[in-house]
């Protein structure tokens, strides 16, 4: 049997951080304070600090029409995807090794794009293979992880993954708060924040492999009857988010079925798993993955921690997820840890790694 693909290498970059008690105090208590509702909203989303390759506050975008977004989104996204992606290269994984990179936003496009401007300036071969994710929203990471496991598996090189998301440069025209649309405008600019983030897949047969995650398995499940509760629309002023508030109960269904497919066919249940990586979509959703796949007390501090302090950065917020449990826990060898995401469809992704010195 061929050797599981190991993720060795995490890393992500952010720009500038701000403070998010004052992007309401500065900017948009004036566009939603009006509704006695917002502010509660805005404190309630989980997140003490973000990160913005754009502040409203010096830059206020929301009369830009879409093309001028997707310029700046390739001036912006250049240097940060670079910096991501050349934290998870040197050492076991050589530039001028890599078969496949694959890139994922859902926040900026352009032809040619980071997959291949990135390639050059990194040093990749010409013969690299790239991928193109576009528009999956937050759980683009986990297709994306299998699909650089899936190459490192069968074409025996490595390949890196890229998850680069400004969602900065989408603020949108203000809606009134008193409406239901307003307000789930609100909610998406109190979570959403900008960063970039990279992985590094090895074969599981390489020399001298350092220590990592084995990609065994994953599952999936899209209920289209729950899609109108979370889009991510292109309009002539850049990307507008829908989120309702009953996407937490949706999940509540999904979750756990998910999970335990993934699970069973390994024979293991969730009371097997040592680490999860939970996207941090906002903290109902955290405590509903919590309270449905009984979760013990502790086991989602990296994503409270990550979206405290950086936000809901889209694709690329559960890599970073788990670069901080691998950085603030230690496992086991044969220690299960379970990545999970979601995001429009409804869509649920679930992968399962396995800890391996």
């Not at 309630?44 to 029409?65: K, M, N, Q, Y």
């Not at 440069?169 to 008193?178: E, G, I, V, Y």
């Amino acid at each position: 049997m061929t050797p599981y693909p190991r993720l060795v290498s995490l890393a992500h970059a952010v720009p500038a951080p701000m403070d998010h008690a004052g992007l309401w105090t500065d900017f948009f208590a004036e566009r939603f304070g009006s509704d006695p509702r917002a502010e509660k909203l805005w404190q309630s989303a989980g997140v003490t600090t973000r990160h913005g390759v754009l502040d409203p506050r010096v830059e206020d975008v929301t009369s830009w029409g879409t093309g001028e977004r997707m310029r700046r989104f390739m001036v912006e996204a250049l240097p940060l995807g670079k910096e991501a992606v050349s934290g998870v290269l040197g050492g076991a994984v050589d530039p001028a090794q890599v078969g496949l990179f694959s890139v994922a936003s859902c926040t900026g496009y352009a032809t040619p794009g980071l997959d291949i401007v990135l390639s050059r300036d990194l040093g990749f071969p010409d013969s690299t293979q790239r991928l193109g994710i576009g528009h999956m929203g937050c759980y683009a990471a986990l297709p994306g992880l299998l699909s650089v496991a899936d190459f490192a598996r069968s074409r025996s090189r490595p390949a890196v993954l890229l998850c680069c998301e400004l969602t900065s440069l989408h603020a949108q025209p203000p809606l009134a708060a008193d409406t239901p649309e307003g307000l789930q405008q609100l909610v998406a600019h109190s979570l959403f924040a900008d960063a970039a983030a990279a992985a590094a897949v090895l074969p599981g047969d390489a020399p001298d492999l350092p220590p990592g995650l084995e990609v065994l398995d994953s599952e999936a499940a899209t209920n289209v009857d729950t899609a109108s509760l979370m889009t991510w629309d292109v309009t002539d002023t850049g990307f507008r988010m829908g989120l309702s508030p009953k996407v937490p109960y949706a999940l509540q269904d999904a979750v756990r079925p998910v999970v335990d497919t993934l699970l069973a066919r390994h024979g293991k249940t969730v009371h097997d798993v040592a680490g999860w990586a939970v996207h941090p979509g906002g903290p109902r959703i955290l405590d509903v993955v919590g309270e449905r796949c009984e979760v013990p007390e502790g086991g989602l501090d990296a994503s409270r921690r990550v979206l405290d302090q950086n936000g809901n950065c889209s694709s690329g917020t559960v890599l970073m997820v788990t670069e901080e449990m691998l950085r603030t826990r230690d496992f086991a060898p044969g220690d299960l840890v379970l990545l999970v995401a979601f995001g429009p469809g409804l869509t649920l992704y679930a992968v399962l790694t396995r800890w391996a010195a």
